[in-house]
């Protein structure tokens, strides 16, 4: 039996959500080479990898609004609506060209989602990355075939906490919600997986916007992706 599937309570496990930032993939490297890039673009200061870490997690807009707010030495309620946008569109420009440079799997992760394909259990990424730059991320690892319903932070008009993504990935898998697992890395996991009335598992070694995930209290923490199976030593 494994880890995901003690959480349903005797249910059988059919499908998996997977978060991708933080979760399955350490994205942060390309993320504050194109946000520094962006920042001196405009005539800002760089803000540095170790910053952008514990900036990441709740989209690429906040991102840039911790940058701005970072190199202007202001508080983020206070910043320029126009001066966010303009930083936003640089950004993208930035990090269309680069989202795999030195972007990397967290160790276990194909190991694991192929196991559970050849369980027959059903997977998606349901991330608050924009689609269009998560999408050539799974092709470049190769998880698309993995896990075929990718829904990002564009394809809807909310992104999580709200539970609608996790909603349409089930709808796309056509799978019950009774029979699914949500795994991320923050607190927007978490709120997300409990408004949708599913459990939820998270990585301790994501981003949650530099705070401790355990402090969302998910029904599952695990230091090692592998230790979501359950199986493995």
Not at 123 to 142: D, Q
Request: aromatic content about 6%; charged content about 20%.
């Amino acid at each position: 039996m494994s880890a995901l599937q003690d959480l349903l309570g005797g249910r059988e496990l059919q499908a998996i959500l997977f978060d991708l930032d933080g979760t399955l993939i350490d994205s942060v490297p390309d993320l504050a080479a194109a946000l520094d890039a962006s920042l001196e673009q405009l005539n800002y200061v760089p803000a540095g990898v170790n910053r952008v870490r514990g900036w990441v997690g709740n989209g690429a807009r906040k991102l840039v609004q911790r940058g701005l707010a970072f190199a202007l030495e202001v508080p983020e309620k206070s910043l320029d609506t126009a001066l966010v946008d303009q930083l936003l569109a640089v950004f993208f420009e930035h990090y269309g060209k680069q989202t795999c440079e030195q972007t990397v799997l967290y160790p276990g992760v194909r190991e694991a989602l192929k196991h559970w394909q050849a369980k027959g259990i059903k997977m998606a990424c349901v991330t608050n990355k924009p689609a269009r730059f998560s999408e050539p991320i799974l092709v470049h690892f190769g998880l698309e075939e993995l896990m075929p319903v990718l829904v990002g932070g564009d394809t809807l008009a909310v992104r999580k906490p709200d539970p609608a993504p996790l909603l349409l990935a089930c709808e796309q898998l056509g799978v019950p919600l009774a029979n699914t697992v949500m795994v991320g890395d923050s607190v927007n996991d978490v709120t997300a997986a409990r408004a949708a009335g599913m459990p939820v598992a998270c990585v301790s070694y994501g981003y949650n916007h530099g705070a401790p995930v355990a402090d969302a209290e998910p029904d599952l923490l695990v230091d090692r992706f592998l230790d979501l199976r359950g199986d493995v030593c």
